[in-house]
């Protein structure tokens, strides 16, 4: 099993709907919770981090863990074609270890 | 501040040839981070530097790869003996103080190996 599980997707909206993007991980060690947005042939780009249980929200974008069940999701509202990207998940466990934990990015298409 | 740099954007070179790529992090960021994306894969972490010290390092990191960072400033990643394997995309990260998980990535350098 793999650390972080992301469905590859890909996802396919109309313009305006509510999308829900998903990670699942097994280590309970990770702490911080992050989301990438990466446009094809492009760096990832940070949305949202998050450390603890709940939601946090910026803008359009909710982000929301669960630490119990080990489930991480995004929620982007009122979606624009321009969110046609891969999403990524990636989790770290701030122990001494800096490195990022990727799910493999969910790809999105935002049809106008 | 114009964000993480990373030079080249492409490398096409043959099997056995070496190659170096150079990453400029954002001013200021202590930290720095190489990552490898393959096609339909997220980022795998490659290595990690805090200042100048390089303070960990993948099992993916095999004795081909090397990496720098003088002066705690630019870093740079050499591969040795390409392999079509290593075909792949490089990315730069940074990163301030004790965020170490508020990471900024470059816009990756694409190599291919012929």
């Known amino acids: 099993q793999k650390e972080v599980e992301q469905d590859p997707g890909p996802l396919s909206v109309p313009e305006g709907a509510i999308v829900s993007l998903n990670c699942t991980y097994s280590?309970?060690?990770?702490?911080?919770f992050m989301w990438y947005r990466q446009y094809s042939r492009k760096g990832p780009e940070l949305l949202m981090y998050t450390y603890s249980s709940g939601n946090k929200e910026d803008g359009r974008f909710t982000a929301q863990v669960d630490k119990s069940s080990k489930y991480i999701s995004l929620f982007i509202r009122d979606s624009q074609p321009s969110d046609s990207a891969t999403y990524l998940c990636?989790?770290?466990?701030?122990?001494?270890?800096?490195?990022?934990?990727f799910g493999k990015g969910t790809k999105l298409s935002v049809i106008p | 501040d114009t964000g993480v740099s990373q030079n080249p954007r492409h490398k096409i070179t043959k099997r056995g040839q070496n190659v170096t790529f150079r990453c400029d992090p954002i001013s200021e960021h202590n930290r720095l981070y190489w990552y490898r994306q393959t096609l339909g894969q997220g980022p795998e972490f490659l290595t990690y530097f805090q200042n100048e010290a390089q303070l960990e390092k993948s099992r993916l990191l095999s004795d081909r790869f090397s990496a720098e960072r003088p002066k705690g400033s630019f870093s740079t990643l050499e591969i040795q003996r390409t392999e079509q394997g290593d075909s792949a995309m490089y990315l730069c990260a940074s990163s301030f103080g004790t965020a170490t998980y508020e990471q900024y990535f470059g816009p990756g350098t694409r190599l291919t190996v012929t």
């Open positions: 990636a989790l770290e466990s701030g122990a001494g270890s800096y490195q990022l934990t």
């Open positions: 280590n309970s060690a990770f702490q911080y």
